[in-house]
């Protein structure tokens, strides 16, 4: 009891002092700020490309393409292979007409606003049933393109990323001059980074024939993709991948989000390190500037215990703090973020936002947490261990 | 110098605090040599581009091909002195995830357009002799303990066979590597006859033209007539030199790579201040003992000079030696990543920044405790104490 009143008390004096080490115990809270600034910033990249390409995906609609394709872009199918998929068992249908979309995808020139440099675009041909086989996906601004027409919709995050597809303009891609008449929304995700068009005008354009890459169905239930998979894989007029949506978005994000993670992780760690030997330094420098304090304590019959606990939660308190900081400066400055970067699968541009999630800011504060403790322990052992004499005698 | 020994002992009056700032200083560095190290990959190559090579791609983008046709048009223009072509084959070797390039082109003309592509010439003539041969770059070779004489199976992820399978067999006929230290090899080549018989759909087609201009000839002028001849066909071009490309292309993954480095700088700039704080409290720890030096005759520039030497000395320490363990681990990554992510690379541009870095910060950190100690007047400082 005696003891624990003794640690309040010291822990109390200590907090109160911190003005008087102002020095270091700022640049112990800028160094600890800075690690977890960091470490939400570069893994809201991962979280904030997760989001944007799971949100696209859903279990209830399947991506059927050409067996081994790593992407969209490299698959293809011919049009008799789609008309097979439409009138497979499985596939939901709206009175008689299976609810599909079969689709072209192909990627064409766009300036990007932020390096005025040609970026790969998506640029995906559907047909009418795109907006029934994916979930929340509407027209925001203008109106739908007019089959046959060279009328293109774009996605919302493609609009402001890259130049030129506000509504009412119209943009050259090689021999062929396109109207942009509408925006579409879904959601925040990935489908946003694309433009679309009538699947025949692609066709035609990019004198792609009759074939297709991809084509969507609307699943009459999460489970009846065994029976779909079954029935194609069986039918020897086609060799396909049946994949949910969600299957699909996944294995196209991975290889980016591996690669955030594989260097956010390690930065981290190694920063961390960094700022643990940033808070020894400025806890073993508060212990010597209160040498002749806790000597004083001492001889006034304060125990070990109390100075010990006081100089671990001093630590502790000047790491959350610049946890608190670092998280909350990352969450302004970077949460909501609008990047676009080239996603290797797809060869193809995916615009994100940045996600600092509170799952982050959790893990940037326990960093912080372990920071101040590794940083207090050591000084504090040496805090307690001050030979009292010898101490009062530098007075 | 001859004041070395006394600096020395300065720098390790404080055993833990030395040691603990110089970890930080030598985290700091490490992390400078691996950031710079993947940004240099993420610049594609931009600093090996040759700048007599021009690049011929589709305009509307990169992905459609160009007619066969084209070559001899771009061969004749003027200006032209030689022409290569290949194409994106996409495939992986074993399992999906070992992806890297493949090229399918014409033996003699590749590697004359890269003359620094090495490799030795009975393998290249055996190449050219076996329609179903095929070189891999050594970072290739080692990666996947591939040899000169065998056969592997690359699976295509876009080119189908015409008789329906995926499978594509090559004779492994030799290994190339590069004389330039930047230049990536992880890629394979194989012979563009055996595609175009063996490969389903667009056949008549090539991915892109390289192309090496003569001597003296203006790279730009070339391009505007390669572009203007094709100018309105269904195929436009688009012709821009080796490194341009690199750079539009690098520039595809944008704001990513910038947003990094601004992070790393701040991260930097922290470490930086977080040691250069401890080294000013430590030479306001040690105000007497400079007035006694003074005492003993020192002039104020020696005390100038021993304070801002010793801070420069704990920054070079712990730089140097963080620049060195992340040289070490670069070279690691390059061998472990190549294929993944080539032209991992520590510059000798970064290692001169990071050494300026070092001085700049020790001086910045030392200057103002320095002048401190110069304009001590003894009276006071000893007094004091």
């Known amino acids: ?395 | 110098m001859k004041y070395f020994g006394l600096v020395w002992k300065n720098v390790w009056r404080k055993k833990i605090r030395t040691s603990l700032t110089l970890l930080s200083v030598f985290v700091a560095f490490l992390l400078f040599a691996l950031l710079s190290a993947i940004g240099y990959a993420f610049k594609g190559g931009e600093d090996v581009a040759d700048a007599e090579r021009l690049i011929v791609i589709d305009k509307v983008s990169l992905i459609n091909p160009l007619p066969q046709a084209y070559r001899n048009r771009i061969a004749s223009t003027p200006g032209v002195h030689s022409v290569a072509h290949a194409s994106w084959f996409g495939g992986f070797y074993q399992e999906p995830r070992n992806q890297f390039g493949q090229f399918p082109t014409n033996p003699y003309e590749y590697f004359s357009m890269y003359p620094e592509l090495k490799m030795p010439q009975e393998q290249l003539d055996a190449w050219a002799k076996n329609r179903q041969g095929a070189v891999v770059g050594r970072e290739i070779a080692d990666q996947f303990n591939i040899k000169v004489g065998d056969r592997i199976p690359i699976q295509a992820t876009i080119w189908t066979k015409s008789d329906g399978s995926r499978t594509w067999e090559f004779d492994i006929e030799g290994i190339f590597e590069t004389d330039d230290p930047r230049g990536s090899t992880a890629f394979m080549l194989f012979q563009h006859d055996y595609f175009e018989e063996a490969r389903a759909f667009a056949k008549g087609t090539v991915g892109w033209y390289v192309l090496r201009v003569e001597p003296g000839a203006d790279p730009v002028e070339v391009s505007n007539a390669i572009d203007l001849q094709f100018a309105n066909s269904p195929n436009e071009t688009e012709t821009s030199t080796e490194a341009a490309f690199a750079q539009s292309f690098a520039k595809q993954f944008g704001n990513i790579a910038l947003i990094v480095t601004l992070i790393l700088g701040a991260v930097f700039f922290t470490l930086l201040l977080v040691s250069g704080n401890t080294m000013s409290q430590s030479v306001r720890e040690r105000i007497s003992e400079l007035a006694v030096l003074k005492t003993l005759g020192f002039s104020d520039r020696s005390v100038l000079g021993v304070v801002l030497s010793e801070s420069i000395l704990i920054m070079l320490m712990g730089g140097l030696l963080g620049l060195g363990v992340g040289w070490v681990l670069v070279q690691g990554a390059a061998q472990a990543m190549g294929a993944f992510l080539p032209g991992i690379y520590l510059s000798p541009q970064s290692i001169l920044i990071a050494i300026a870095v070092m001085i700049g910060a020790g001086i910045v950190a030392g200057v103002f405790p320095a002048l401190k100690a110069m304009r001590l007047s003894i009276i006071d400082a000893l007094a004091r104490a």
């Open chain 1, 1 to 395: 009891m005696n003891t624990i009143k003794q640690i309040i008390a010291v822990t109390l004096l200590n907090l109160r002092n911190l003005p008087q080490r102002i020095g270091s115990s700022t640049v112990a809270v800028v160094g600890v700020g800075a690690v977890v600034l960091v470490f939400a910033a570069v893994l809201s990249m991962a979280t904030g490309l997760e989001r944007t390409m799971l949100s696209a995906g859903s279990d209830d609609t399947a991506v059927i393409m050409r067996s081994g394709s790593t992407s969209e872009l490299n698959s293809g199918l011919s049009n008799d292979q789609t008309l097979i998929i439409a009138n497979a068992p499985g596939v939901l249908r709206d009175g008689d007409n299976p609810i599909i979309s079969a689709e072209l995808y192909v990627v064409t020139d766009v300036k990007k606003r932020s390096s005025q440099t040609d970026a790969n675009v998506p640029f995906r041909g559907v047909q009418a049933g795109a907006f029934a086989v994916r979930k929340n996906v509407s027209i925001s601004d203008g109106r739908m393109f007019e089959p046959g027409k060279n009328e293109i919709v774009v996605g919302r995050a493609a609009q402001s990323e890259f130049v030129g597809l506000d509504v009412g303009e119209t943009i050259r891609f090689g021999q062929t001059e396109w109207t942009i008449v509408g925006t579409f929304d879904a959601g925040g995700s990935v489908s946003e980074s694309e433009l679309w068009t009538d699947v025949r005008v692609l066709q035609a354009a990019y004198r792609r024939g009759n074939s297709f890459q991809s084509v969507r169905v609307r699943l009459e239930s999460p489970e009846s993709i065994e029976v779909l998979r079954q029935t194609l894989e069986d039918d020897p007029r086609i060799d396909p991948d049946v994949l949910t949506e969600r299957e699909y978005y996944s294995t196209q994000s991975e290889g980016l989000v591996k690669f955030i993670k594989l260097i956010g992780y390690p930065l981290t760690i190694l920063m961390a390190i960094g700022a643990i030997f940033g808070a020894l330094n400025s806890m073993y420098s508060s212990v010597s500037v209160r040498g002749k304090e806790i000597a004083t304590l001492r001889a006034l019959g304060f125990g070990p215990t109390a100075i010990m606990v006081s100089t671990v939660v001093e630590s502790v308190f000047l790491a959350l703090a610049g946890g608190i900081l670092g998280g909350l400066l990352a969450f302004l400055v970077f949460n909501g973020f609008q990047v676009s970067t080239l996603n290797g699968p797809s060869f193809s541009q995916v615009v994100f936002d940045f996600a600092v999630t509170p799952e982050l800011l959790i893990q940037g504060m326990q960093a912080a947490l372990i920071i101040g403790v590794v940083g207090g322990f050591f000084p504090a052992i040496r805090a307690a261990r001050l030979p009292v004499a010898l101490a009062l005698r530098e007075l």
